[in-house]
Structures are given as C-alpha cells and as structure tokens.
C-alpha cells in the first residue's frame, strides 16, 4: 500500500473538537484525522470540520434543526461525534458537524507533491504531533456505512402552554331561564323609577371606607326567615369581602344625592367573584305568591333591585340591591316591558334563580330592612352559620 507524507492546516477550533473526539474514543488525534480523510477520500459526504459549541438548552435534534434545519438529521452529528447516548451533551462541548454535501462524481486526481507546509503554531496545550497520514489507493472503494435508526427516545418536547381561561360574556343569555311575572299590591311607584332615589341606587352612589372587609358579629335579635347572602352563589359560598362602602343618603326635598348613611358604618359591600359568574336571587324564607320570592323593582344592564314583598317600593319589608352584575337579557327585556306598560305587573323571580352575571372581579351588594340600609356583613343576620 503506497504512502505519503502530508501536512494539514487546522483551525484551533477542529483541532480542539478532532482532539475532544480522540480522547472520548480512547484513539490519537491522527486516527481521528486518518478516518475523516478516508471517508472524505471513498465518496462520503464530504466532512468539512466545521463545529458547533454546545449551548444551555440545546440537543441535537435542537443542533441539527439550526444547522441542517432538519431535526431528524441529529443522527448525522451523533456518528460524527461517537455519542452512544444522543440525549448526553453538555454545555461547552465542541462538537464536529458534518456537511450535508453529496458524493463525488469522479475521484479527484492526484495531487501533485505538496509543497511543505508551515509550520503550524500549536495552542496552548498541544497534542503529540501526529505521524503523517497515508490514505488509501483512490481507486478502492469505501464500504457503505450500516444506516443509522434513531432512537426511540426522541428529545423531550417543551411543555405546553397552559390553557387560557375561557372568556365568559357577562351580557350573554342563561340557557334554561324562563321569568314570569306578579301583579304589585298596591299603587305603582310615584315616579320613574330610573330616577327614583330608593330604587336606582346608581343615583345615591356609594363611597370606600376604611372599616373591616370581613364578616362580623353583632348581639341583638334576628330574623330567621331574612334573605342568606351566601345564596347569591351557586356553589353556597362565602365571600371574600374585597371592599366595604357607604351608601349616599337621599335628599327628597332636592330629590339629589346627599352625605353617606351614618346608621352603620358599612352598608355595602364588595364581594369578589369570577367574571362571567351567575348570580342568583338570595334565599329567604318568604313567598309573595305562586311561589315567587322577589318582585323585580329595577333591572338595567349594570344592576338590579329585589323586593321580599309585592309592593312597588322598599318601605317595608326586604330589598336588596346589587350593583356589578348584567341582568339576564331575557329579564332585562321582560322588565323593561312590564315598567313601559304602567308597571301594573313586575318580573317575578324564585329562591335561587339566575338573574344575571358578574361584569367583573367584584360585585357591589346592599340589604335593606322597611327602607333602611343594614351592615351587609353581620353573620347572625345575612351569613347564618358561617
């Protein structure tokens, strides 16, 4: 077999990832150097010693999707490398890349004795140098290397996104409701009652106040049929308070909005909810007929006013008012049809009963007893049990 003597510039990266690959094999540098010369010299792809220095995150489906942009090429750079296991790479390793060029057409001719090269500078800490390389006769062909079959291990895919919440239309329509309606006992309401101070509570308003945002005990006597807050929810809960508030005052004699109610300290309160939440009428232990709970005595898009009893207004017994929610359209509309025609009639609904959705984070709730704001969050009256 005829041999020769041969030089090779080598840059100090494939020298280092040449060098790295014959000491993870357990053979010298000029074997590394002999073999790729071989396959390059039998009709291989040609294996132009680029390399890639691996980073954090990186495998080498990950490597070869950024090389070849193909990830199910890392075979290519698992044989180039030696790697019995493709998922052990670690970061800072030099790895050689094999080019995806094709085979050669036609052996390349002899080349004409070379000139000798440079000496080389070598790095810092340098190998033994090599005994030179002899190739193989040109005309001896290679034999084809087995193909690969990849493992059944595939690189571990990144985990998904968690779902966003699904996103709930407060206005949209409850399935299933259907809402009829009672005569008033007794005169309609003496004016409109949009503008009306005791049954649109927009037009009193409501401010924040520093008291506790939490349920409190309060001596005194209680009514066991009052309506149960907790109701309000389907799922039977109490509440995180998230604000407490006053409500404004009603100035008759200017029929405009006056300074907070000072009988309690808090006659407001906020509770926090899931946008999109239906809201239900609160349980109490009365019937105003045909097995109604409330007459409905306002409704808008933004709030609603129950009533205990069938009078067109809060002067006796309960009202509640609640403010952060859109009524149900179905009710809406059956209200707004009721108040045109002379509100002889009014929405009646039963213990429970859907009446709308949350807008948001928080609705706005008031309890009212013969016409006067109550605490909201007294436990013996509206949160039995809690």
């Known amino acids: 077999m005829a041999t020769k003597n041969i030089s090779i510039d080598l840059t100090e990266a494939t ?4 060098t790295e690959r014959a000491q993870l094999e357990g053979r010298t540098l000029d074997a ?32 070869a999707r950024e ?12 044989q180039a490398n030696n790697l019995t296991d493709p998922g052990r790479i670690w970061v800072g390793q030099v790895l050689v890349v094999p080019s995806l060029a094709g085979p050669k057409s036609t052996p390349a001719p002899a080349p004409a004795p070379p000139t000798p090269a440079p000496v080389v500078t070598p790095p810092a800490t340098p190998p033994t140098p090599a005994p030179p390389v002899t190739p193989p006769p040109p005309a001896a ?30 206005c949209a329509a409850i399935a299933g409701q259907n809402y009829g309606t009672l005569p008033i006992v007794g005169p309609p309401t003496d004016r409109p009652a949009d503008k009306h101070g005791d049954i649109n509570l ?3 308003g409501y401010e924040k106040t520093g008291a506790k945002a939490g349920l409190i005990d309060m001596s005194g006597p209680t009514d066991h049929r009052a309506p149960q807050l907790a109701s309000l929810f389907a799922d039977k809960r109490t509440p995180e308070i998230t604000a407490v508030y006053r409500v404004n005052n009603w100035d008759w004699g200017r029929n405009a909005r006056g300074n907070p109610v000072t009988d309690f300290e808090v006659t407001l309160a906020g509770l926090k909810v899931a946008p999109g939440e239906v809201i239900g009428v609160p349980k109490a232990d009365y019937d105003i007929g045909q097995g109604y709970q409330v007459l409905v005595l306002y409704a808008s898009q933004e709030r609603i006013t129950l009533k205990y009893t069938g009078e067109d207004s ?12 859109c009524v149900e359209p179905g009710l809406l509309a059956l209200y707004q049809k009721m108040n045109a025609e002379g509100r002889r009639k009014l929405p009646a609904l039963r213990a429970e009963q859907p009446l709308g959705r949350a807008r948001g984070p928080e609705i706005q709730v008031a309890i009212r007893d ?8 007294v436990r013996k009256d509206w949160w039995r049990g809690r």
């Open 370 to 377: 013969t016409g006067r704001f109550m605490d909201p969050r």
């Open 141 to 170: 062909p290679p034999t084809p290397a087995p193909p690969v079959t990849p493992p059944t291990l595939q690189p571990a895919p990144l985990p998904p996104e968690p779902p966003a919440p699904p996103k709930v239309d407060p």
């Open 67 to 78: 090389i070849y942009g193909d990830p199910h090429k890392y075979p290519l750079l698992q």
């Open 314 to 325: 809060v002067v006796s017994g309960y009202a509640i008012h609640i403010d952060g929610v």
């Open 32 to 63: 590394v150097v002999a073999e790729l010369l071989t396959t390059y010299a039998g009709g291989e792809p040609e294996p132009v010693l680029t390399t890639y220095t691996v980073k954090r995150g990186d495998s080498l489906a990950r490597i």
């Open 15 to 18: 020298l280092q990832a040449a």
């Open 202 to 204: 927009a037009l009193r």
